[in-house]
């Protein structure tokens, strides 16, 4: 099975891009696609328990949670960012598995394909 890594790294308040990674993510295990997520940057805001995109008229990120905890979607942050945007308390129903920027490289070269979003 192919491995496929989808990348946001837009904050999930003001911008579509982190929904959208996971819901395409979440498209993926219909095509015999094995999908995981990297929220870089900015992005790693919607691992925060205090992020509310709904708030602002954006898809809820509690959707996601589902289909994380149903398909068993990895998802991965860098540390380095989490610290930069002060993300203390994570989400747990993201499972999120924490990288560095050191590990970073390595880690992208797993994926047959990745696609920055």
Not at 45 to 56: D, G, I, M, N
Not at 58 to 85: M, W
Not at 104 to 116: C, E, G, R, S
Request: charged residues 25%.
């Amino acid at each position: 099975m192919k491995k496929l890594l989808f990348v946001a790294y837009q904050s999930p308040v003001g911008s579509i891009w982190v929904n959208e990674a996971f819901r395409t993510a979440f498209g993926m295990y219909g095509e015999d696609l094995e999908p995981a997520v990297l929220l870089l940057d900015e992005a790693c805001v919607a691992l925060s328990k205090k992020t509310k995109p709904e708030s602002l008229g954006l898809l809820p990120l509690s959707i996601c949670h589902r289909y994380i905890k149903n398909y068993g979607t990895p998802v991965f942050a860098v540390k380095e960012d989490l610290e930069q945007f002060k993300v203390k308390e994570l989400d747990e129903n993201f499972s999120a598995k924490v990288l560095t920027k050191q590990d970073l490289k390595d880690f992208i070269h797993q994926f047959d394909y990745v696609i920055f979003m």
